[in-house]
């Protein structure tokens, strides 16, 4: 049923998986990388947008915990997704994870934007600026941590805020 991409995909090794909106350059992927892989689909008009981190053979044990702290961050923020909430609460949410995992510096994007017509719109979920969240907007929970010249991870979901939360739309697993 897919119409067309939303954006063009991203898969992003290595060094540049630390790019957050990366695009494709001549660089093989190696063992050991980890690559960052953000798509999505059009469908009836309406976007999605999903981000995995999947390691290319064995890793270094630091970007495996590095991943880790990514995942509990991405948990964490979707957690915090409920009508009433505004998006900055969930930027925080997952935010704390990070910054006490002592990785605060490497995370300089907003948790995550509203998700319809086009792939980014509102609701905004960031440091500084949020929107209120009500029930039924749709939008992402997307932390990560990019260390330049070395490797990026990003886990991004698409919700929809329900009365009593929100629901995942991207039920994609997130094993390393």
Known sequence: G??????ETIVAAGERGALAHAIP?????????????????????????????????GIAK???????????AQLAGV?????????????AAAREVIQAAGFGEFFGHGTGHGVGLCVHE??????????????????????GIYREGSYGVRIEDTVVVTDAGCERLT?????L
Do not use: W
């Open 171 to 175: 039920p994609s697993g997130k094993e």
């Open 122 to 143: 509102l609701p905004r979920l960031g440091r500084t600026v949020g929107d209120l969240l009500t029930a039924g907007m749709v939008h992402t929970v997307e932390p």
């Open 62 to 72: 630091a970007a495996a915990e590095v991943y880790q702290v990514v995942l509990e």
């Open 79 to 91: 957690a915090a997704v409920r009508p009433g909430v505004n998006g900055t609460v969930v930027d």
């Open 25 to 57: 350059g001549d660089r093989a992927i190696k063992p050991g990388d980890l690559v960052v892989i953000d798509a999505g689909a059009r469908v009836d008009g309406y976007c999605s947008d999903i981000t995995r981190t999947v390691a290319a053979g």
């Open 2 to 7: 897919v119409q067309d991409l939303a954006f």
